[in-house]
């Protein structure tokens, strides 16, 4: 994964965990949830997304 797609994903994981802590500061159960969910999507679709770099790359 070249850096730049790295530093995408990583903002944005980043963001949406912010966004998970912002969710229950103002107490809305349902964001927490919502943004939680979107979180583990995200995160899980940059692991597949590298491990499919990786093996298009022979590596």
Known sequence: MNK???LLF???GTALLASI???M???NIW???LFSIVSL???GFGFI???KI???NGG
């Open 31 to 33: 964001l927490v949830l």
């Open 54 to 56: 990786r093996k298009r």
């Open 4 to 6: 730049s797609l790295a």
């Open 49 to 51: 997304v590298k491990a």
């Open 21 to 23: 802590s912002y969710a």
């Open 25 to 27: 500061s103002i107490g």
């Open 10 to 12: 990583a903002v944005i």
């Open 41 to 43: 999507f995200f995160i």
